[in-house]
Nanobody, 121 residues
């Protein structure tokens, strides 16, 4: 059983930075770990994904060059460094785990409860 707990959300001005963390329990070391986000009235969308050893990452076009996903398997954590934040980045951000490489929420079997990120203009 995998449990994921996100932290690090908050309110930030446009242009600012936040670092989200996801603490995992269970066997996640071999899994793909992803970040997704969901704004009010919108579907949950892909943000970033990382493979088991951090050697491969992939980003949504909307965050490429601004966000960086990383993981520390020794600490069982996954992080999302978010720079140059924009008001359109406002959403609840979710950490998720998958046994297959995917950018689609249904392929991710385990989810955290989410953390709110609000970017003011």
């Amino acid at each position: 059983q995998v449990q994921l707990v996100e932290s690090g959300g908050g309110l930030v001005q446009a242009g600012g930075s936040l670092r989200l963390s996801c603490a995992a329990s269970g066997r996640t070391a071999s899994m793909y770990m992803g970040w997704f986000r969901q704004a009010p009235g919108k579907e949950r969308g892909f943000v970033a994904v990382i493979n088991w050893n951090g050697g491969w990452t992939y980003y949504a076009d909307s965050v490429k060059g601004r966000f960086t996903i990383s993981r520390d398997n020794a600490k069982n954590t996954v992080s999302l460094q978010m720079n140059s934040l924009k008001p359109e980045d406002t959403a609840v951000y979710y950490c998720a785990a998958s046994r297959v490489v995917s950018f689609s929420p249904p392929d991710f079997s385990d989810w955290g409860q989410g953390t709110q990120v609000t970017v003011s203009s």
